[in-house]
């Protein structure tokens, strides 16, 4: 522990443990364990200052580091009769400290420590490669080169398959042993706080408060896989046609490194996907921005201002001068970095794109959510579970992104008329962008969740990884490799818990949950009216969108999620569904299932099992 943060636990542990007439030696009444929950909120906020202030390492999940310093307060926490509180809130609040202190005194495992390490930079490992390039006489030097920084960057570009293919297979057969070991750290680490009655599975879903939380998630998979088949089956086409036979197997399954390059492409200009309406081909919106001389900082003043002009207050410009630094290593993977336990911060990068734009309003999205659950206690500050302010940033994006509101908010694409040929073209990468993705996460978590849970053997966890391929994804392995496990570099960082996959998966869900709720509640989305269609609705300047999301917001984790979309939505869900997504891909659907009928395009594959 460091020693500033030592000595302010060690005076207010003396301070509460000292006997007095109003605070004697364990004292265990409600208005003692309040006592305690305003010394442990001082230790929280000074503990995030000096973290944050000493805080230079992307390994470290710095919100883990805070809850270490609480440690030392954990055993008189569990001394109290807590269940028993008048105050439902002061019982919400020993529950998820209960919870959060437990899993930081596990996490503080030196073994389990390195293995975060280990697994958060699994894409950024180096390896020495040299090999004779396909097409080339000269074999290119030895060279230093890891997955994110350059072979994420070959796979997009390269029109060169075998290039695809060998690194694919060789950043694979590279994978170092202790990433090994790191994962086998993790699977021990649940598993050993597991019982009978609670599979280690349910730990790892704790913060969801439901212990069938992964059939949940796979329920919503299901029903989104005939859509998803759809846009399988015209990608296939469209690589058949490409390549051929002899790249595209009967079976129908898509070899992964096609796959891959096809999500990777999914932001480009020049992707792999055509549109439906080649004709009326959709604006360069880099060029648009670029014409207009958006500076990084430009896109953080936009976000700050839709949110303003919902109803959110204003930040000031003093606010934005102190909590927004531009990323001094911004380079072409460059994601924002948002500091948001107790002190709030962020890092922006220094590019100019769509994808930016976006981002950067979903990125705005969770520091709103910060600023405003910071001003509830320790323990009831923090997201409703991990991946609700992603809900609510996916929510943002989709209404950011329509061409409305780049039309009307932004001043961009005033020279194209968005008909019904251009909505669909739009509704198509959209749906390229979110359909790609989903099934990635929901097999990543469907295969650690098995691994758990001891549903697969160790020596099957590779052939079980490609049955789940097969199941959601419709996608093979593009070559055998020499290594124990094929999952790509987003499967071992997605079980570190500040960045893990279910975030981003839940996130998806929700976020259209979130947004079809708004629209329906300000009318501009009405079920059967072609003239409101779900993915037009834009809630820019909408005060009683505002309001929906500030509710939710303010709420912190005061109650389980699903308690608070319950209460602050007008559908008042209490579960995951896919009902909105696919109101959302509703017209995409309908125009997919056509025009894959008429031209003969098969959907779906055949059955492969690869454990034999």
């Known amino acids: 522990m460091d020693r500033p943060i030592f000595a302010v636990v060690t005076l207010l542990l003396l301070a509460f443990l000292t ?4 605070n004697p030696t364990k004292c265990r009444t409600e208005m003692c364990a309040q006592q305690l929950m305003e010394t442990m909120d001082l230790l929280y906020r000074q503990s995030a200052l000096e973290i944050f202030q000493s805080h230079h390492h992307h390994d470290v999940n710095p919100e883990l580091l805070i809850w270490q310093q609480l440690l030392p307060f954990l055993e008189m926490v569990e001394q109290f009769e807590w269940s028993s509180f008048q105050s439902p809130l002061l019982r919400r609040q020993f529950e998820i400290l209960i919870r959060e202190l437990n899993f930081a005194r596990q996490a503080s495992n030196k073994d389990f420590v390195v293995a975060s390490k280990v697994l958060r930079g699994v894409g950024k490992h180096k390896f020495m490669y040299h090999r004779r390039a396909a097409n080339k006489s000269n074999p290119p030097p030895h060279e230093l080169v890891s997955y994110v920084r350059n072979i994420k960057s070959i796979i997009t570009n390269s029109n060169d398959l075998q290039e695809v293919k060998w690194y694919w297979r060789e950043w694979r057969n590279r994978l170092p042993m202790d990433v090994k070991n790191a994962l086998n750290v993790y699977i021990q680490y649940y598993q050993n706080m597991s019982t009978v009655e609670k599979p280690a599975s349910s730990i790892w879903y704790a913060q969801y408060e439901d212990p069938k939380f992964m059939e949940k998630l796979e329920k919503v998979m299901e029903a989104i896989m005939p859509l998803y088949q759809q846009l399988h089956g015209q990608l296939r086409q469209t690589l058949w046609k490409k390549y051929g036979d002899a790249i595209i197997p009967s079976t129908g399954l898509i070899p992964h490194h096609l796959m891959e390059q096809a999500l990777y492409e999914a932001w480009k200009k020049d992707s792999v996907f055509g549109n439906p309406y080649p004709d009326k081909k959709l604006p360069n919106l880099k060029q648009e921005l670029d014409g207009k001389r958006f500076a990084p900082l430009d896109f953080i003043t936009i976000g700050t201002k839709f949110f303003e002009r919902i109803g959110f207050d204003r930040l000031t410009e003093n606010f934005l001068r102190e909590h927004f630094r531009l990323h001094r290593n911004g380079g072409p993977d460059c994601k924002s970095a948002l500091f948001t336990a107790g002190e709030i911060h962020m890092k922006y990068c220094p590019s100019v794109s769509y994808k930016k734009l976006l981002t950067t309003h979903g990125d705005i999205t969770h520091m709103e959510y910060a600023i405003l659950r910071n001003n509830m206690r320790v323990g009831l500050n923090q997201e409703a579970c991990p991946g609700f302010g ?37 509704l198509y990468r959209m749906a390229v962008h979110a359909l790609l993705s989903i099934p990635t996460y929901l097999v990543h978590e469907k295969l ?29 392995p593009s070559l055998a490799t020499n290594n124990k496990y094929d999952m790509p570099y987003k499967f071992y960082e997605g079980l570190v818990a500040d960045i893990r996959s279910t975030k981003k998966l839940f996130g998806e869900f929700l976020g259209y949950e979130i947004y079809r709720d708004i629209c329906l509640e300000i009318g501009q989305y009405q079920r059967g009216n072609k003239a409101k269609p779900l993915f037009k609705c834009d809630f820019a300047e909408n005060q009683q969108a505002g309001q929906r999301l500030r509710n939710m917001m303010n709420s912190g984790s005061a109650k389980p999620w699903h308690e608070i979309i319950k209460e602050w939505t007008s559908t008042q869900p209490t579960k995951l569904n896919a009902s909105p997504m696919l109101e959302y891909y509703e017209p995409l659907t309908t125009w997919m299932t056509e025009y894959n009928r008429l031209h003969n395009i098969t959907v779906g594959w055949q059955h492969t099992e690869f454990c034999h």
């Open 19 to 22: 006997p007095t007439t109003s």
């Open 390 to 426: 992603n809900a609510m940033a996916e929510a943002v994006i989709l209404s950011v992104s329509t061409p409305k509101h780049l039309q009307q908010h932004l001043n961009l694409l005033n020279n194209y008329t968005y008909d019904d040929e251009m909505n669909m073209n739009f």
């Open 448 to 476: 650690w969740t098995d691994i758990l849970d001891k549903k697969v053997d160790a020596k099957n966890i590779n052939c079980h990884y490609w049955n789940l391929m097969e199941k959601y994804m419709g996608v093979g």
